[in-house]
């Protein structure tokens, strides 16, 4: 019976804790049925939370419901017909619903339901005459008692709150840190004592000296990328505050402390190729390949590009990085495109894997609706 949803491990559930669940508990089982509206006020915000609630709440849900539906205001066909469906659908949920090979009644008196109970429900779903409105106000009542035996108590008794220190989780960064550090020069700096940490966090400090920093460098990778594919949304805005918020992949044309405390210097924005159009340097262009590669291969790439785009067209930016912006997304489509068609430039961003990530025509309608004054520079 999945009354109970008994697990061995942890299960997530629609409630913050078991103080919350007991209030509940306690405003249905008392002795005052006034009560009632307020935890069934509070089981339809569960509800909300979590449309697939356990059976035993969800049963409570149904008969409260039924329970106290408006006498005043419905007819006395209406409350019969209403009572009827609720204790059908309670009993088919609750009283049989995990054994699939056994027949309603074997199942519903193994499980303690009475057998004018399991009588009732099939003069509703069979017979001519619906039972009395009375009978049937005296069956949801019997089932919610029934319940309590079922459900709660058993819950109350085997529940528990698990309690999770927050962390703040800096892998993701760190990660990045170290991928750029070390894709970007030639070795590890053993004075560097930031980087240095970031590494440890990633591989034990035994046997780490006897790594070269080619070989932390591929450890480091299989880690970005199953950080990114554990949590592919919140990987994508760090990702981009990273990169572009932050402009390490915007640089210009003056000399910028990336991180703190590496030094690179790149003018691009002035450079020119031969046919008289801007373009990001082949230099710079190889120092980020690997990392793109790794946003395409774990598909956030179309993400990152939205991204890119957004930052194109938001007046809040200078000209300057706008620019960069929209050149960066250039040369992620001529890359996707050469890959595509199989062809190789040494000038242009290489990706590896091959994916259909990128093939999202409302990207093309953005771009249209969104003129801006570099539009023109990845619009074809």
Same mark, same amino acid.
């Given at each position: 019976?999945?009354?109970?949803?008994?697990?061995?491990?942890?299960?997530?559930?629609?409630?913050?804790?078991?103080?919350?669940?007991?209030?509940?508990?306690?405003?249905?089982?008392?002795?005052?049925?006034?009560?009632?509206?307020?935890?069934?006020?509070?089981?339809?915000?569960?509800?909300?939370?979590?449309?697939?609630?356990?059976?035993?709440?969800?049963?409570?849900?149904?008969?409260?419901?039924?329970?106290?539906?408006?006498?005043?205001?419905?007819?006395?066909?209406?409350?019969?017909?209403?009572?009827?469906?609720?204790?059908?659908?309670?009993?088919?949920?609750?009283?049989?619903?995990?054994?699939?090979?056994?027949?309603?009644?074997?199942?519903?008196?193994?499980?303690?339901?009475?057998?004018?109970?399991?009588?009732?429900?099939?003069?509703?779903?069979?017979?001519?005459?619906?039972?009395?409105?009375?009978?049937?106000?005296?069956?949801?009542?019997?089932?919610?008692?029934?319940?309590?035996?079922?459900?709660?108590?058993?819950?109350?008794?085997?529940?528990?709150?698990?309690?999770?220190?927050?962390?703040?989780?800096?892998?993701?960064?760190?990660?990045?840190?170290?991928?750029?550090?070390?894709?970007?020069?030639?070795?590890?700096?053993?004075?560097?004592?930031?980087?240095?940490?970031?590494?440890?966090?990633?591989?034990?400090?035994?046997?780490?000296?006897?790594?070269?920093?080619?070989?932390?460098?591929?450890?480091?990778?299989?880690?970005?990328?199953?950080?990114?594919?554990?949590?592919?949304?919140?990987?994508?805005?760090?990702?981009?505050?990273?990169?572009?918020?932050?402009?390490?992949?915007?640089?210009?044309?003056?000399?910028?402390?990336?991180?703190?405390?590496?030094?690179?210097?790149?003018?691009?924005?002035? =450079? /020119? @190729? #031969?046919?008289?159009?801007?373009? $990001?340097?082949?230099? !710079?262009?190889? +120092?980020?390949?690997? =990392? /793109? @590669? #790794?946003?395409?291969?774990?598909? $956030?790439?179309?993400? !990152?590009?939205? +991204?890119?785009?957004?930052?194109?067209?938001?007046?809040?930016?200078?000209?300057?990085?706008?620019?960069?912006?929209?050149?960066?997304?250039?040369?992620?489509?001529?890359?996707?495109?050469?890959?595509?068609?199989?062809?190789?430039?040494?000038?242009?961003?290489?990706?590896?894997?091959?994916?259909?990530?990128?093939?999202?025509?409302?990207?093309?309608?953005?771009?249209?609706?969104?003129?801006?004054?570099?539009?023109?520079?990845?619009?074809?």
């Amino acid at each position: 019976m999945s009354l109970s949803q008994k697990h061995s491990g942890k299960v997530l559930v629609p409630w913050f804790n078991i103080t919350e669940w007991k209030a509940v508990y306690n405003l249905i089982y008392t002795e005052y049925t006034q009560d009632w509206p307020k935890a069934l006020e509070v089981l339809k915000i569960w509800k909300l939370r979590t449309p697939l609630l356990s059976a035993g709440v969800e049963g409570t849900l149904i008969l409260l419901e039924a329970l106290l539906v408006d006498t005043h205001r419905r007819s006395s066909y209406e409350i019969t017909h209403i009572f009827s469906t609720s204790l059908v659908r309670f009993l088919n949920l609750c009283a049989a619903n995990s054994d699939k090979q056994g027949t309603f009644y074997k199942t519903a008196l193994k499980n303690g339901l009475p057998k004018w109970l399991i009588s009732i429900r099939h003069d509703i779903a069979h017979s001519h005459n619906v039972p009395s409105r009375s009978m049937l106000e005296l069956s949801l009542k019997f089932c919610l008692d029934w319940l309590k035996e079922k459900y709660w108590e058993m819950q109350d008794e085997c529940m528990s709150d698990l309690i999770v220190d927050q962390v703040d989780d800096t892998s993701l960064e760190d990660a990045v840190h170290i991928y750029i550090h070390l894709s970007q020069s030639e070795g590890v700096l053993e004075d560097n004592r930031e980087l240095m940490e970031r590494i440890n966090k990633f591989i034990s400090s035994q046997g780490r000296s006897q790594l070269s920093a080619k070989k932390i460098l591929e450890q480091v990778t299989i880690a970005l990328k199953d950080i990114i594919k554990s949590n592919t949304q919140e990987a994508a805005d760090k990702i981009f505050t990273l990169l572009v918020d932050n402009y390490f992949i915007l640089l210009t044309d003056f000399e910028v402390d990336m991180f703190g405390d590496f030094l690179i210097n790149v003018s691009f924005v002035t =450079l /020119l @190729n #031969i046919s008289g159009k801007k373009k $990001i340097p082949r230099s !710079f262009i190889s +120092k980020w390949n690997n =990392l /793109l @590669n #790794i946003l395409h291969e774990t598909e $956030i790439m179309p993400y !990152f590009t939205y +991204k890119l785009f957004d930052f194109v067209c938001d007046i809040r930016h200078d000209l300057l990085h706008q620019e960069v912006a929209s050149l960066w997304i250039q040369e992620i489509f001529r890359g996707l495109i050469n890959q595509k068609n199989n062809i190789e430039n040494k000038e242009a961003l290489h990706f590896t894997g091959r994916n259909s990530c990128m093939k999202d025509k409302n990207f093309v309608t953005e771009v249209l609706e969104k003129l801006t004054p570099f539009t023109l520079t990845f619009i074809q």
